[in-house]
RNA sequence: GCGUCCGUAGCUCAACUGGAUAGAGCGUUGGCCUCCGGAGCCAAAGGUUGUGGGUUCGAGCCCCGCCGGACGCACCA
């Protein structure tokens, strides 16, 4: 079923048709900002004047003439400088909101061309911790599979992991110097972790040292069996270790193809570049210059004929090419990589890769303090303690709200509220920005948080727990009241706003959209009671209060974030 | 130096791709509990969108120049 958006554009354009106007572009109509304004609003009459070089004002009052809405609404009035108003009706408003009731995606259309899509996100480094930079990449790539999968593409997501890098070098030295089997036993990662940094700390101090490394990873890339083996059971112990943290996340990779699986085919790769003058030989280096992009070139086989993360990368768009042959392969990456992936795409293009590629790239997190976040002893904060302490600090508060709650019960709402606020943080923001981590804010249950849209779900179910019969969907709904009528409006939107997170990568329009509904929920809350209602108006309202729990429900699934159903 | 991203209320952030009087939350001030979870609602105060030009019916958004910040610029990912 069409959005009132969609029905609009479609009157709109057949309006345009008996006037003699064909409009290449799509006809814009956005919802108005101030309700004075109507509910919807196009400025197709002001592109068009332009074009034209009519009065824009006579050019709206033609086509608003012309456009039939009778079934919609109001006749559309024109206003301003030449804007058409569009106001709903509320026999138009009872009957889509039935509809959309009847739906289980809640009016959301699979898209024209379902395309097929490959989403790499978190990749986090083998044998290093994963620690708040990486938590970014995995809730914002994992909200928008999500997402595009919703609307009816096919999703392959893949973690990148990032497990044949230089860092090995330094691992294996150490493995090999200073392991504690004890340590190793009883806390595998947090053993790997300290091994790395105290390869690394040494290295910075003693050349010799850092040569040794340079040694054993050569010795890795060429298949030595001793250092086959340490490097398999780092892979091993890292994978348990994120594999924990996904599963806390409720996170699942279709795929989990390291940077060691394209590793085979690295050499060939490179030949082949060379064989299509593609890349070139500079200063001992196999590079692809395009000045285009930067002076500095694309470095994929290093001068001492070793490998970077440029050549893996290429082999990564070989593979999946040849795999899958994907519409689109969408990187989640930060923001300081971008000129990494100018270079790759520049590179796919000079191969004749016919993809769509896109660096979806965010911003950093920061501490209170403003400056990228870290512990108190400077280092980064792994991932693991920080999710504890969401759901610790959840747990307290809610035991706080609702002491009566049972214990099993409290631990798993701790979870999904302390969880959930950590990846609202994230989504509500604009990915661009780089954002204050704030337990106190997140966890607030006011404004714009997991906590407080998690509880307008909670009291939209405690409704129905206290209803004696079961509900039905009502053969008719009335919506006399203005609470009804702004609520139902602001849920029919729900089926605009969850195709448009995906252009722009913009999971934060879904979370302001939620939130607005929330709070368009909590007024209809106040003004209208339920329970004491009677008859048409009181099925109306339940229907309402089933919507609503529905999309909220649903749009916070989109985002990766789970609601229970009290707290 | 070159490149990318950014600069919006005291603070944290929006602004549907160029639309009407720039919106929320927190904080501040003042109201609302015989009623389904007050974890809520209503209202007020708070702005020259860093700055100077330009483009046009119309600019926070596009173009140019400054100021300020973050990040990246040949073999680490």
Redesign the pocket.
Known sequence: MPTPAEILQERLSDALQLLGFHPIAPI?V?????P??GDY?T?IA??LA?EVRGN?RDLASRIAEKTNVGDIGDPPEV?????I?FRLGVEFLAREVGAIARDSKLGVQAVPQPKKLIVEFSSP?IAKPMHVGHIRSTILGDAIARVARFVGHQVITDNHL?DW???FGKVIYAWKHYREDGALESDPMGELVRLYREADTRAKEDPSVLEECRLELVKLQQGDPENLEIWQRCAGLSRAEFSTIYEMLGIRFDEQLG?SFYHPELPGMVERLLAKGVATE????I?IFDTEI????F?IR???G????AS?DIATLEYRMQKWNPDGIWYVVG??????FRQLFGAARRLGYQVDLEHIAF??ILGED?K?MRTRSGESVPLRELLQEAIDRAGKL?DE??PALPKEDAAEIAKIVGLGAVKYAEL???R?????FSWS?ML?????TA??LQ?AY??SR??FR?LDQAFELPGTIVLTEPAERTLAKKTLRFAEVVP?VL??F?P??LA?FL?ELA?DY??F??Q?????AEGSAKASRLLLCDLFARTIKTGLELLGIAVPE??
Not at 294 to 297: G, N, Q, Y
Not at 306 to 309: A, C, I
Not at 335 to 340: D, E, I, R, S, V
Not at 444 to 448: R, W
């Open positions: 814009q956005a919802p108005t900002a101030d004075i304004h609003q400025n002001m592109l332009k824009p206003a301003g400088p030449g804007f108003n480094n990032g890098g230089t860092q940077e500079s200063q001992g280096a590079v930067s002076e500095t070139p470095i290093k001068s001492d070793g490998f970077g993360y893996t923001a300081p990589q971008q000129l990494h911003g950093s403003r990228l809610v709200k609702n509500s923001q604009h661009m920005t780089d954002y204050v804010k607030s249950f006011q404004g714009n906590p407080y509880n909670v009291r405690a409704i206290k448009s252009d722009g913009k934060n329009v302001n939130f709070a909590h007024v809350y106040e209208c009671p339920v329970l004491t009290r707290m």
